[in-house]
Antibody, heavy 117, light 108 residues
Framework: QVQLVQSGAEVKKPGASVRVSCKAS????????IHWVRQAPGQGPEWMGWINAGNVNTKYSQKFQGRLTFTRDTSASTAYMDLRRLTSEDTAVYYCARDSRAAAAYWGQGTLVTVSS | SYVLTQPPSVSVAPGQTARITCGGNNFRGNSVHWYQQKPGQAPVLVVYVDTDRPSGIPERFSGSKSGNTATLTISRVEAGDEADYYCQVWDSSSEQYVFGTGTQVTVL
């Protein structure tokens, strides 16, 4: 069955960077796009962008332009999200999700990133 | 930017029917998907491509779309259906997911 397993919670200071990983299993990794979505406390989901795991094309929300990078390692079936210059407003649960027919059909368990001095 | 509008809350008695609406600009011809999210959990896809149900989702969950409104219907509501629900479309012009504002369903 399709599974996405994310890395553990992180606590970062303002100005730092964070990397969240998303290990996929149960399907052919390079055949699907991975989206990244975050959810601040008490808020709805916020789309951040996507990476095509096959051709490495990416798309980022303009909100994060210049601070956000998606990569992937096909040998490890793992996608990565790097977010730089963190502020307290980046405190959120970060999710990876596998696309299917333009929907987020499968989700990781989420990674809590806390930004605090 | 593209906005999907949902009612903030819906209350329903057990056994009754809950209807959650999602308003968009004719959805720009794109399909609508629905997610259920319980506290502390990742969202779960309950309806995709307007009306289809993923395997494992009860038949009590159904979707429809007409013009500028999509609707998620939960029949014979149970206490376990209490959750936040979000609609979502793929905006092909901007190549991004757009999520609705979310609806909190309370089972009385």
């Amino acid at each position: 069955q399709v599974q996405l397993v994310q890395s553990g919670a992180e606590v970062k200071k303002p100005g730092a960077s964070v990397r969240v990983s998303c290990k996929a299993s149960g399907y052919t990794f390079i055949s699907y796009t991975i989206h990244w979505v975050r959810q601040a406390p008490g808020q709805g989901p916020e789309w951040m962008g996507w990476i095509n795991a096959g051709n490495v094309n990416t798309k980022y929300s303009q909100k994060f332009q210049g601070r956000l990078t998606f990569t992937r390692d096909t040998s490890a079936s793992t996608a990565y999200m790097d977010l730089r210059r963190l502020t307290s407003e980046d405190t959120a649960v970060y999710y990876c999700a596998r696309d299917s027919r333009a929907a987020a059909a499968y989700w990781g368990q989420g990674t809590l990133v806390t930004v605090s001095s | 930017s593209y906005v999907l509008t949902q009612p903030p809350s819906v209350s329903v008695a057990p056994g009754q029917t809950a209807r959650i609406t999602c308003g968009g600009n004719n959805f720009r011809g794109n399909s609508v998907h629905w997610y259920q999210q319980k506290p502390g959990q990742a969202p779960v896809l309950v309806v995709y491509v307007d009306t289809d149900r993923p395997s494992g989702i009860p038949e009590r969950f159904s979707g429809s779309k007409s013009g500028n409104t999509a609707t998620l219907t939960i029949s014979r509501v149970e206490a376990g259906d209490e959750a936040d629900y979000y609609c979502q479309v793929w905006d092909s012009s901007s190549e991004q997911y757009v999520f609705g504002t979310g609806t909190q369903v309370t089972v009385l």
